[in-house]
């Protein structure tokens, strides 16, 4: 697959994982900078692209917390970026929970036509990229995606993680990987038929 | 086979894309691609989907105000302040020498009140049991009072 984009599995070449890592545990400033300055951008999008929202600060933080407080842990038998994306993805999972149970209560105190407003504003919601309506429609069709479906998408076709390291995160058989995948390109392929136009022209 | 008798399957497209066929495969489907433009068009499409996809996943990136109240919050939580090379190697002397201190000040502690007993025991052996020599063997007050009583009482009955 060829990017243009960089991801983070390029970024990862010549990474003094262990001095970090040491850095890290030691609570030396220096190498707290060089964790956020080589993962923040990484956490940041998969965060955005896994909830639908670019309002993902708190949640960048706890990931980051999470991961210096779980230093100790990390036996090192997977590379650190693979193991920083492992809770990411799990911390989403569980924000997705949290934020549908919140959802759920919030809506049984509203009235009906204000929840139907709601939900018809979450179909074409974009809080991130308003001004173009393919993203707008690209977006609101990743979130409509079920949360096992879109981690794979995000992980392979945006970040361009291998079936391997995927499997890693996830837990999971490569071949289920990458039939899941395969399942998930086609849901996504699925939400974006009627506005195949924009892509055949 | 991976190739329907008019177009290919869309399994084999996503295979061709993430370059998982092998050689063989990979010739036929090229080679169906370059006869078929309806298939060249699903791919096509398909390209331009990830490709808008990417570009949206990879436009956000954090502000340098969201980067350095980040780094804030993680030193808040987990620097941990260093005490300068000086007082390191200073506090490592104090504690090298500190514990060998200690222990030989306990140890002469004990010698010397195992001395303080014995002597004392000692004199009691040599001192005749008279009411006086109680007075010089008193450890405490209370035994002290009582000797001057033992010492005025004696003195009372030689007098009588």
């Known amino acids: 697959m060829q990017t243009e984009e960089p991801t983070a599995v390029e970024s990862r070449a010549g990474l003094a994982e262990a001095e970090l890592l040491a850095g890290c545990r030691a609570g030396k400033p220096e190498a707290l900078n060089e964790l956020v300055r080589r993962y923040h951008t990484a956490v940041l999008r998969v965060c955005v692209s896994l909830l639908g929202s670019r309002d993902v600060d708190d949640l960048v933080q706890d990931i980051f917390i999470k991961i210096l407080r779980r230093l100790d842990t990390f036996a090192g038998r997977a590379a650190l970026f693979t193991w920083m994306y492992e809770i990411t993805v799990n911390h989403c999972r569980d924000e997705l929970r949290r934020r549908k149970r919140k959802r759920w209560f919030s809506l049984q105190s509203l009235p009906a036509e204000t929840v139907e407003k709601i939900k018809a504003d979450e179909v074409l919601a974009s809080e991130h990229l308003e001004t173009e309506e393919l993203h707008a429609h690209l977006h609101a069709a990743l979130k409509q995606l079920e949360p096992k479906y879109r981690e794979l998408i995000v992980l392979r076709d945006l970040e361009g993680l291998s079936y391997e390291e995927i499997a890693q995160i996830q837990k999971l058989d490569e071949k289920l990987v990458k039939s899941r995948l395969y399942q998930a390109r086609q849901a996504l392929a699925e939400k974006m038929k009627k506005y195949a136009e924009a892509f055949y022209a | ?160």
């Open chain 2, 1 to 160: 086979m991976r190739e329907s008798r008019q177009h290919l399957e869309e399994a084999a497209l996503w295979q061709w894309r993430d370059g998982e066929l092998n050689e063989q495969e990979r010739r036929a489907t090229q080679s169906h691609l370059d006869r078929c433009a309806p298939c060249r068009k699903r791919v096509a499409a398909t390209e331009r989907l990830f490709t808008a996809m990417r570009k949206m996943h990879h436009a956000v990136k954090p502000t340098l105000a969201e980067q350095v109240q980040l780094v804030r919050v993680l030193e808040e939580q987990f620097v941990r302040e260093e005490l300068p090379g000086i007082l390191v190697d200073a506090s490592r002397r104090l504690v090298r020498w500190l514990a060998p201190a200690v222990a030989i000040l306990a140890a002469l502690f004990v010698l010397l009140r195992q001395e303080q007993t014995s002597s004392t025991s000692a004199l009691a052996n040599l001192l005749p049991e008279t009411p006086e020599s109680q007075l010089l063997l008193a450890d405490s007050d209370e035994q002290y009072q009582q000797a001057m009583w033992e010492v005025a009482l004696s003195l009372e009955e030689n007098q009588k």
